[in-house]
Nanobody, 124 residues
Framework: QLQLVESGGGSVQVGDSLRLSCTTS????????FGWFRRAPGKAREFVSA????????YYSDSVRGRFDISRDSAKNTVYLQMNDLQVEDTAVYYC?????????????????WGQGTQVTVSS
């Protein structure tokens, strides 16, 4: 079973940057599509970004497009989320998720494998 471990969260100021990492083990990295999701206090889990399995196409929610960048490194079995120009509304627990199909989905229910999450707090 693929295991996912997120890291890189923290407390930053508005306008700062963070890079989240999702390190995987126990599975064939290149056989998965990956997504990043987040859950803000009192809100439902929402899609942030995803990256395809074979073509490495990238997808973003409207709220982060132009500020966040998703990438994957097969040599390190790791998925990254570079977050720039962070805003207070980006405050949330960020989760990495994986699905073993080529079809990229934005629904969290479509991802069977999840990490434990990493907290990102942005203050003004």
């Amino acid at each position: 079973q693929l295991q996912l471990v997120e890291s890189g969260g923290g407390s930053v100021q508005v306008g700062d940057s963070l890079r989240l990492s999702c390190t995987t083990s126990g599975g064939t990295f290149n056989a998965y599509t990956f997504g990043w999701f987040r859950r803000a206090p009192g809100k439902a889990r929402e899609f942030v970004s995803a990256i395809g399995m074979t073509n490495y196409n990238t997808y973003y929610s409207d709220s982060v497009r132009g500020r966040f960048d998703i990438s994957r490194d097969s040599a390190k079995n790791t998925v990254y989320l570079q977050m720039n120009d962070l805003q207070v509304e980006d405050t949330a627990v960020y989760y990495c998720a994986a699905r073993s199909t080529t079809v990229v989905q934005t629904r969290p229910q479509a991802y069977p494998r999840w990490g434990q999450g990493t907290q990102v707090t942005v203050s003004s």
